[in-house]
């Protein structure tokens, strides 16, 4: 049975940083694209940054370019999200998403973890 358990999220205030980790079991993780998503109440789900495997390769939103950083870690089957500069509208449930990287149709979702920016 394919997990993704999502953490680290919580109350910080504006200009601060936060890291969320994402962990992935009952799948080959190494084939995978990891993705992260995020809601805000009353908005559609916004796909804010992405990273390839193998290679790495990263992408970002506008609107968390620059102060977000996606990563992963194969052997810990986990990836991350640093989220550095945090603003009170990145106030929202972040999301961990897993796709295979031949087959989209293996497309894995974590239960989300509140992120909330205020002073």
């Known amino acids: 049975q394919v997990q993704l358990v999502e953490s680290g999220g919580g109350l910080v205030q504006p200009r601060g940083s936060l890291r969320l980790s994402c962990v992935a079991s009952g799948l080959t993780f190494s084939i995978y694209g990891m993705r992260w998503y995020r809601q805000a109440p009353g908005k559609e789900r916004e796909l804010i940054a992405s990273i390839t495997s193998p290679g790495g390769i990263t992408n970002y939103a506008d609107s968390v370019k620059g102060r977000f950083t996606i990563s992963r870690d194969n052997a810990k089957n986990t990836a991350y999200l640093q989220m550095d500069s945090l603003k009170p509208e990145d106030t929202a449930v972040y999301y961990c998403?897993?796709?295979?990287?031949?087959?989209?149709?293996?497309?894995?979702w974590g239960q989300g973890t509140q992120v909330t920016v205020s002073s």
């Open positions: 998403n897993a796709v295979h990287l031949y087959r989209r149709e293996y497309n894995y």
